[in-house]
């Protein structure tokens, strides 16, 4: 089990440093409904990290058995989930704002004042679930967890450390701010200007980064 989770680290901390999901959070904490729209929001993050992980170790169990020195299918697999983070991150690098350019955020943030518990969840959700780098993360996972072959509770004790540590950066200021509200409220306001700024260069970078360890992971499966 501590190989597995050795494995699905660098992935969880990929999920973790995502800009968008931590301004949206961010944004919800400084909206009037701060406790009802933060709340949903982190558990519907919490709930697609689970349901995405869970899908892809489920369907990585269907593969066809190698042999324990090869794993050609499985190498192929990360070659190509590394290959895609490559791309995403050349697709966020052409996307990072000119040294005179205002960052564009998508524009369902600017509604966010207006959002109920049901909505900051299905956000959450989709944001964790259905976003493509968090998939490829999720599909990595998968992929490791399913090579591993671990027993049930194995699997579910790893699931859970990959759920805490992928959702530790949306959940630290939402309980940080329902615990010392006052206090935290300036600095939250900073942070979400610097992750607005460096959003395209935070992702470019970490999408590289993951992309060319799986490559390696995989080329290894050979």
Avoid: C, H
């Amino acid at each position: 089990m501590g190989e597995a989770i050795g494995d699905v680290l660098p992935l969880a901390l990929g999920v973790a440093i995502s800009p968008i999901p931590v301004i949206a959070a961010i944004l919800m904490l400084l909206s009037p409904k701060a406790k009802v729209t933060s709340t949903g929001f982190l558990l519907g993050w919490v709930v697609g990290i689970v349901v995405a992980v869970t899908a892809f170790t489920l369907l990585s169990s269907l593969l066809p058995e190698e042999d324990s020195g090869s794993q050609p299918i499985a190498g192929t697999i990360q070659l190509v989930l590394g290959a895609l983070m490559v791309v995403l991150a050349a697709g966020q690098w052409r996307k990072r704002p000119g040294a005179d350019e205002e960052p564009t955020m998508p524009g369902w943030m600017q509604a966010i004042d207006k959002l109920g518990f049901p909505a900051a969840v299905g956000i959450g959700f989709l944001l964790s679930a259905l976003n493509p780098k968090n998939l490829l993360l999720g599909a990595g996972a998968g992929l490791d967890l399913g090579a591993a072959a671990l027993g049930t509770g194995s699997t579910i004790v790893v699931i859970a450390i990959f759920t805490v540590i992928a959702a530790s950066t949306v959940a630290v200021p939402v309980i940080g701010y329902l615990l010392a509200a006052d206090k935290l409220r300036g600095a939250l306001g900073s942070l979400r200007d610097w992750l607005q700024r460096e959003n395209a260069v935070i992702m470019a970078v970490l999408l590289v980064v993951i992309g060319v360890s799986l490559v390696g992971k995989g080329l290894g499966q050979f």
